[in-house]
């Protein structure tokens, strides 16, 4: 499937830290209870290596982790990039259609640095499905 | 294997579950035929994860026939699901001949297959019983019979008059209602005379629906008369 940029806005936070470059993923319309993944290319502006942990999720509001990739670690030498990938699972539905909003937040040793949010959101559906078990005559 | 006679209403319950977690609204067609024809539409909701048994009132094709079943489930238009029961429908007509009866000298016997009448002078009248196996009435029932020998080449002079050798309506078409005990049908064929040459007969019988024929069948019987038993013997002789 065709990737598509998705653009993100800071929320909180500093980007002397770490800085966001590019932001890629499938078409922002997914099944339910699918697994998809995004790509994000970080950047560190610092003069030193620095570890980070990042964890990407979906949700109504900032901290509501509807689903979450969970926390990725991983280490940017000084002024180097690097892509970090995020596997999400979609959300479980109760209603054929919803949309959520994408967060990004990246902390250091448990600090929190930056939060990201997408400036789109990614809508969420379920394709509709019957069984049939029985069939009797009166 | 379900069976229903032609055009009779019946309600098929088709049980049906949304695996998904959110709820749908789905249109449900009943189908049968190798046409798909649709019988009986039904629109429900499945709540997610919802069981719900869905109640589809279908008449019966007209046509006698075994008859495929299919459901077709459409939701916002979309076909979400085809199923094929693992049980065809049988139309036809439930209706049997459950007893011929022959009554003589004013008594009645039963179940008279392959029964001869050898020691009885006369026979009066004849019979059957009709019985709807099914659930629905049957309408337009009517019978024909016709008496013939086995043998024609054997002597008919004692009989007066001569036996009617052709089919002969015997009811006018009639609503034959379900239920167990069935509907005696008579005729009044007479045998009149005392018979001393053996002959074997053969009763024939027609049922027709709407005029269309769906039973046929036959008793044998052989007839004939000895002389008259003594007056000590009376009632229903064992067999």
Known sequence: ?138 | MPQFAPSSVHRATVTLTNPKTAGFDYVADLCMGAEWTVMATASFHLAGGELKPVDFQVSMPSVTGTYPVFIRILCGGVVVGTFTATEDVVIAYSIEIINFLVIYNGYMVRDLWDMNFEQYSKVTHLGFTLRNGGTSDIRGVSVKARITPLFPGQPLQELSPPLDESLRQIAQPFTLEPGRAGKDIFFDYRFPGIIFTETTYVLYVEIAILGKTVITDSLSFILAARPPLPPSISGIPSF
């Open chain 1, 1 to 138: 499937m065709k990737e598509m940029e998705l653009k993100m806005n800071k929320l909180s936070g500093s980007e002397d830290e770490v800085r966001i470059e590019k932001m890629t993923m499938e078409d922002p319309s997914f099944e339910s209870e699918t697994v998809h993944v995004a790509h994000a290319l970080f950047t560190n502006p610092k003069t030193s290596s620095f570890d980070y942990t990042a964890e990407l999720y979906l949700g109504k509001v900032v901290g509501n982790k509807v689903s979450t990739s969970g926390a990725i670690n991983f280490t940017i030498l000084a002024g180097g990039s690097k892509s970090v990938d995020f596997s999400v699972n979609m959300p479980v539905l109760t209603i054929p259609d919803d949309a959520f909003h994408v967060y990004l937040e990246v902390k250091h040793l448990g600090t929190l640095l930056i939060t990201f949010v997408a400036t789109e959101d990614v809508a969420v559906y379920i394709i509709p499905a019957i069984k049939v078990t029985q069939i009797t005559w009166d």
